[in-house]
């Protein structure tokens, strides 16, 4: 147990919108789905709490980059379900960018670290 | 008060998703062979606070804002109707404070502040005035207008107008309406379209005089008297019997140019001498002043640029015309304090009223804020609990104000009802003879804008206090004492004292300032008018409106008189173009008098009337030397005056006078007769030079004429007989304002009497008002002290010292109120001086006055609430413990 908390990782400030977007990318969604896939996709390390995800949700929707419609699900329930938008789809690829230039960053700046402590 | 059925699907819509998600997470777990129980549990202990949750969620819509203002809003109303005699006195004390203020507005806008309604960039047009030597301001001769008109660059375009009373209709069904003769580019400088029809246009235009008898009449008269009738333009009415074509009317909302009146047919200037059976020398003459002047200014032209230009051409026309304009002056002044019309009479009235209101609407807002206050201390529990729940400070204080805003939205609405109820009733400022054609000021957006402004400054006023109050709630203090009385710490007694205090201030001021003006008006009607108005009947004739030349005015007047005199009772009969004490304004002529040398900038131009053989006896007006007017002073005999005390002290150092002679209408007079003095404007004014001239040797077509009867018997019958007879001479000349001379001059102290009653009634609110928050305030005090007091007596106290507790507090609060008033009425006193007749603005007895009645008020309202500190059982008191 103690071990599993470990592994989760707390998500970064802003990291959760170009999660929600890229999992969306892959196909309309609901939040249950996103939130699952996001889990399944990370390999179990990024727990997204429902807490976060729909604020979220409806603030990406309130910025037009999702929108939302009801549907029913396979098992006959009503849910409601995510789309990326074309608006949504530039903001995946500049996040994306962002992101990659700050990973890449990061690792520069950790590399000689790991170098000096091996 | 719920919310919009879009917020509230959204609502719906959220739990409704939060709710699939719980179930695709339980049904997810119950796959993996959990029990259902277990399972929905499990999903939603993971899940978390569902409520925060959706609140969190709701915050991301951007409509926080709404649900937090719709829930204070109906958490406000549940609040006031749980309180009802409190939302009572407040919402009506409310409207009472702003239906008076807005009222005194909309007046204030009529006449001053917006005077041309329906006319385009009204802010642009502008009075043209000529000034006399002395720089009193003259009206402009046509010549006159001519000139300026030809040769002003900044002022674009230029008109004249002339209101006169016109008769119009046939015989016997003539109606008397007022109207402005008009140049025939009026309605251009003023920018007014016609609703039907057209203006005046082509060679209506020109100068040429009784060419073009047309007329455009107003909105109001084609409603009430054509009732509509499109087919009116092009018809024919007659105007002071002569045929005129209706060509146009004008659009709604227009009427005039006079500001606050309604007029109601303008027809071309150049008629002037037709409609006022004159010769065509009247708009030849530079000497014959009679007209307005107003302007456009030509855009992106100041003000002052136009008014220096005006100077310069008016200098180069007195240049010109030596004999007529010498030392005469012109100036452009905004419309509002241009001096025909009503305003410049109303300017300082409506100002004092609007202070008095506000004073009341200060009271209102500090009772308010005071019951706010005595309210939020009981309310500290409540407060207590929600601040220990979470709601921050804030919350509460925007609580506290909606519930203010509500208190002042219903206000407003019930005070502008009101206002529209009374709209009409500035007629009351303005005596019966010169109200008759006084707009009624409409109640339009500007009237709108600032009740909603004042809604706005109550809520700040009467709110704010109590709302920081309240925002300062103190869980531990107040939850610890829960189930005690909650006595709201220390903070509330000594703002509501303080707001009391100032209540009591206000009302002082309220006071002195009615004191005053009653003072000033008692005094004024004391006054010896020089004449006696008992037992004299009056009656108004038009001569222009018949269309009377001078010999038929003359035969109708002499008839008139003889059939008159024969009626039982009558002692004597005269007429007069002017009635002593009358509101209108008086005539002046310039005047050179043999052996006198006027000052440099002298004012020569001395007031006069036109009277018949008779005047003086019969408004028994003392004769001191020399004769009265004869039958035979007429165009035929040597001109004649009778001259005043005044005229002779002035400017005969007061030498014999008989035989002197005096130049006036370019001609020589002889002064034949002395009289006593008189009040001849105002019952206020000091001596002035006058004098008389007799009607058969001026005779002015424009003049309306006041027929005087003194009777022995009844003076109704003798007002009766007056219309009766006429119509007996000639049934086309109407009489009007037949009534009582003493009815007719009451009017000259009018203001003074609505202004002493109006101010009375304000401060009467005023004290009443603030007795209210007096007792308020005690009573609380006694209230919250029941327990003390009880203590008090059960440890032996004297039911005297219990009342002398109550009272100590009482009296420290009116002493203070008492001095901060008399100090600031004292310094305000000097900003109504101007008013007042007599008085002095801090006149002691009028002060005395007002310190006696707020104390006698104030005594009244802390003696229920001293007499039941007396009256406390202390058994009861304490087992209320």
Same mark, same amino acid.
């Given at each position: 147990?103690?071990? !599993? ?89 500049? @996040? ?23 | ?19 699939? =998600? ?35 969620? !709701? ?7 709404? @649900? ?5 809003? !109906? ?28 009222? %005194? ?98 060679? @209506? ?89 107003? #302007? ?6 100041? %003000? ?34 241009? =001096? ?15 202070? /008095? ?17 005595? =309210? ?20 509460? +204080? ?9 208190? #002042? ?25 010169? +109200? ?35 925002? !300062? ?31 009591? +201030? ?15 008006? =008692? ?13 004299? +009947? ?99 005999? /040597? ?48 001596? %002035? ?28 019958? /003798? ?15 109407? #009489? ?54 009880? %203590? ?32 600031? #009425? ?23 006055? /007002? ?31």
């Amino acid at each position: 147990m103690a071990n !599993r908390y470990q592994n989760r990782i707390e998500l970064l400030q802003g990291t959760l919108d170009l999660l929600v977007l890229q999992t969306l990318q892959w196909g309309p969604q609901h939040g249950y789905g996103i939130s699952q896939a996001i889990r399944a996709n990370s390999g179990d390390i990024l727990q997204v709490d429902t807490g976060s995800l729909y604020p979220a949700l409806h603030r990406l929707e309130r910025q037009k980059w999702i929108a939302a419609d009801w549907k029913v699900s396979e098992n006959k329930q009503r849910v409601r379900v995510y789309r990326l938008t074309a608006k949504g789809k530039k903001q995946l690829l500049s @996040e994306r960018s962002r992101w990659e230039q700050l990973s890449d960053a990061m690792a520069g700046v950790l590399s000689p670290a790991k170098r000096g402590q091996a | 008060m719920r919310f919009p059925w879009w917020l509230r699907n959204k609502r719906e819509e959220l739990d409704q998703e939060l709710q699939s =998600h719980l179930r695709m997470a339980a049904s997810e777990r119950m796959e993996r062979g959990e029990s259902a129980e277990r399972a929905q549990h499990a999903a939603r202990r993971e899940f978390g606070n569902v409520a925060l949750l959706q609140q969190v969620t !709701r915050d991301q819509w951007g409509w926080r804002w709404l @649900e937090e203002l719709l829930q204070d809003l !109906r958490y406000g109303a549940r609040m006031l109707r749980k309180n009802p005699s409190f939302t009572l006195v407040a919402i009506l004390t409310l409207a009472l404070g702003i239906g008076a203020t807005t009222t %005194i507005f909309s007046w204030i806008r009529a006449v001053l502040l917006n005077p041309l309604p329906a006319v385009s960039d009204a802010k642009r047009v502008v009075a043209l005035e000529e000034l006399a030597p002395s720089s009193e301001w003259l009206p402009t001769s046509y010549p006159d207008f001519r000139d300026l008109r030809d040769n002003s660059k900044l002022l674009e375009s230029m008109s004249v107008s002339y209101p006169m009373a016109l008769a119009i209709g046939e015989d016997g069904h003539a109606e008397r309406i007022s109207g402005e003769l008009v140049s025939g580019n009026y309605f251009d400088v003023l920018r007014v379209r016609p609703e039907a029809g057209r203006f005046f246009s082509g060679p @209506e235009r020109d100068d040429a005089q009784n060419a073009h008898a047309v007329a455009v009449i107003s909105h109001s008269f084609w409603v009430t008297r054509y009732h509509s009738d499109p087919s009116i333009v092009g018809k024919t009415v007659r105007i002071n019997r002569y045929p005129y074509t209706v060509i146009g009317v004008a659009r709604d909302g227009f009427h005039g140019s006079l500001p606050g009146l309604d007029l109601q047919i303008w027809v071309p200037a150049t008629m002037f001498s037709q409609l006022n059976a004159a010769g065509e020398w009247m708009l030849q003459d530079r000497k014959t002043r009679t007209f307005r002047v107003l #302007a456009r200014l030509t855009a992106g032209v100041e %003000i002052e640029q136009a008014r220096a230009e005006v100077e310069s051409i008016a200098a180069h026309v007195a240049e010109e015309n030596r004999s007529t304009n010498e030392g005469v002056s012109a100036t452009v002044l905004p419309v509002s304090e241009s =001096h025909w019309g009503i305003q410049d009479s109303m300017r300082a009235p409506l100002s004092i009223l609007m202070g /008095a209101s506000g004073v009341v609407l200060l009271i209102v807002c500090a009772n308010i804020a005071n019951l706010l206050l005595a =309210h939020s201390t009981s309310r500290q529990k409540e407060f207590s609990v929600r601040v220990a729940l979470g709601a921050p400070p804030s919350r509460l +204080a925007r609580q506290l104000l909606t519930e203010t805003l509500l208190l #002042a939205l219903s206000g407003s609405l019930l005070g502008l009802l009101s206002t529209m109820w009374l709209g009409g009733s500035l007629r009351l400022l303005i005596p019966e003879s010169a +109200a008759r054609n006084l707009l009624r000021p409409p109640v339009d957006s500007g009237v709108l804008l600032f009740t909603a402004a004042l809604a706005a400054g109550v809520v700040v006023l009467a709110g704010i206090v109590p709302a920081m109050h309240g925002a !300062r709630g103190n869980v531990n203090h107040v939850l610890k004492e829960y189930g005690r009385d909650a006595t709201g710490g220390t903070q509330s007694p000594r703002l509501r004292n303080g707001l009391v205090m100032a209540e009591m +201030a206000l009302a002082v001021i309220a006071i002195v300032g009615a004191g005053l003006f009653l003072k000033s008006f =008692h005094l004024a009607r004391t006054v010896h008018p020089g004449f006696e108005p008992e037992h004299v +009947a009056l009656a108004r004739f038009s001569m222009s409106t018949a269309g009377y030349d001078a010999r038929q005015a003359d035969a109708f007047c002499r008839r008139l008189r003889e059939r008159l005199e024969s009626q039982p009772g009558v002692v004597s009969v005269s007429y007069a173009d002017y009635v002593p004490l009358s509101v209108a304004a008086g005539s002046w002529e310039d005047l050179e008098i043999e052996g006198y040398v006027p000052g440099a900038s002298e004012n020569m131009k001395i007031y006069r009337s036109i009277v018949a053989p008779g005047y003086f006896s019969t408004l028994k007006i003392p004769l001191l030397k020399g004769r009265d007017f004869t039958i035979d002073d007429d165009i035929s005999h /040597a001109p004649a005056m009778i001259v005043n005390e005044e005229f002779v002290r002035r400017f005969l150092r007061g030498e014999y006078a008989i035989g002197r002679k005096v130049n006036g209408w370019g001609q020589w007079l002889t002064i034949v007769g002395v009289v006593q003095d008189a009040k001849y404007y105002r019952l206020t004014e000091r001596p %002035i030079p006058y004098f008389y001239i007799p009607m058969r040797q001026v005779y002015r077509p424009e003049f309306v004429f006041a027929f005087l009867v003194r009777t022995a018997g009844a003076v109704d019958q /003798a007002v009766a007989a007056l219309p009766r007879e006429a119509q007996g001479v000639d049934p086309a000349v109407p #009489a009007f304002s037949a009534m009582p001379l003493t009815e007719f001059i009451a009017a000259s102290l009018f203001q003074q009497k609505i202004a002493a009653n109006l101010m009375s009634i304000l401060a009467s609110v005023a004290v009443v008002l603030a007795a209210m928050g007096l007792y308020g305030v005690m009573a609380f005090a006694v209230t919250q002290r029941t327990r003390e007091i009880g %203590i008090r007596l059960a440890m032996g106290a004297q039911r005297n010292g219990v009342l002398w507790l109550v009272a100590r507090q009482a009296m420290v609060l009116l002493l203070a109120g008492l001095v901060a008033g008399l100090l600031s #009425a004292a310094a305000l006193g000097r900003l109504v001086s101007s008013m007042l007749f007599s008085v002095s603005p801090s006149d002691a007895t009028v002060y005395a006055f /007002a310190a006696a009645a707020t104390i006698l008020v104030a005594v009244a309202a802390t003696l229920v609430p001293a007499a039941r500190a007396m009256r406390v059982d202390p058994l009861i008191a304490l087992r209320y413990e």
